[in-house]
């Protein structure tokens, strides 16, 4: 899987959860063990990681924003995970981990 497919699974969520309020948010996720939130919250962290690794860069964790935030997030560490022009396998593990967590919300 390459940028393109990766955009594609990014987008798919973002619509999906884009206009969810806090009560949506707060909602179990079908794995039943965490929130909605933090499965998008897991998934921001996931993407920051592997642009920070490709970047060469020390990992950071990401601020902790209002629930309703997370698909402004999820944009900007799917951007900056881009920018960095990782290895395919990254992009692919990346694309998987959000139709993951796209299939678990």
Do not use: C, Y
């Not at 969810?20 to 996931?46: C, F, H, I, M, Y």
């Not at 970047?55 to 924003?65: D, H």
């Amino acid at each position: 899987m390459g940028a393109n497919e990766f955009e594609t699974a990014v987008q798919r969520l973002i619509t999906q959860v884009g206009h969810w309020e806090a009560s949506r948010w707060n909602a179990p996720a079908a794995a039943g063990d965490t929130t909605r939130a933090e499965a998008v919250r897991k998934l921001v962290q996931q993407l920051a990681d592997a642009a920070a690794d490709a970047e060469q860069r020390r990992r950071r964790p990401i601020p902790r924003l209002a629930d309703t935030v997370l698909p402004d997030q999820l944009r900007v560490m799917a951007d900056d995970l881009l920018i960095a022009e990782p290895p395919d396998d990254v992009l692919s593990s990346a694309t998987e981990a959000v139709s993951r967590t796209r299939t678990q919300l």
